[in-house]
């Protein structure tokens, strides 16, 4: 595959986001998606998901990481978690954190790679700044302010509505969007204020075929 490679930034911080367009053998990993078996996993995925075999990854993490140790100082990877993930919740049925932009894990070197294989390309990823502490990522260091300031704020403002987080609101300010171009991959630091961009009018189908399915890939360094 051709990789076409760009670099974005976004907000105070400048985070760096990789985005490739021609990412992969798009049918090969819907396929594969085909004949698994999905179901929940872990407490905070509005969806369904099933795990992705190491195989399939393989020398697409060999050709990100000439891309990872330059943008982001990780000169090798190692794959922590992969899954297939297919968003199936209603916002009525989300829970007050679902609402809410959120990070993966504390570490700088922990890194998120997510893979976009739906055909409906109305879905993306956004980014966030926290308006109290101008946050907009998440590290060992600011982790209990950041608690203290956004309890102060729903205590303030009140828990969300049970809708997808989609612009700003009072407590958060949206930073960049990324659309989920079909076969699109986009690799970011897994501790940014993020979430899934979807538009109200999106489809929750647990099909693989056409629902919207992703590949989530969390690296670390080796």
């Known amino acids: 595959m051709n990789w076409q490679v760009s670099i974005e930034r976004h907000g105070a911080e400048a985070q760096p986001v990789v985005v490739i367009d021609g990412f992969a053998d798009a049918e090969r990993f819907r396929d594969d998606a085909a004949f698994l078996s999905f179901a929940p996993i872990g407490p905070h995925y509005p969806g369904i998901r099933a795990v992705v075999a190491p195989p399939m990854l393989r020398d697409l993490i060999a050709r990100i990481e000439p891309i990872a140790a330059e943008m982001f100082g990780i000169p090798a990877l190692q794959v922590v978690d992969a899954f297939y993930s297919i968003v199936t919740t209603p916002p009525s049925a989300l829970t007050p954190i679902q609402r809410l932009p959120h990070f993966d894990e504390v570490s700088p070197d922990r890194l998120a790679l997510l893979h976009y294989l739906s055909p409906d390309e109305r879905s993306g990823t956004a980014f966030y700044r926290h308006r109290t502490t101008g946050f907009e990522s998440i ?83 080796a």
């Open 139 to 221: 590290d060992a260091g600011r982790l209990a302010p950041y608690r203290a300031a956004l309890d102060a704020d729903l205590r303030r403002h009140g828990i969300p509505d049970a809708r997808y987080i989609a612009g700003d609101t009072p407590v958060f300010e949206r930073l960049a969007v990324y659309g989920g171009r079909f076969n699109r991959a986009i690799l970011y630091r897994s501790n940014t204020l993020h979430c899934a961009d979807l538009p109200d009018s999106l489809t929750l189908d647990p099909d693989p075929a056409t629902g919207r399915l992703t590949v989530n890939t969390f690296l670390d360094k």
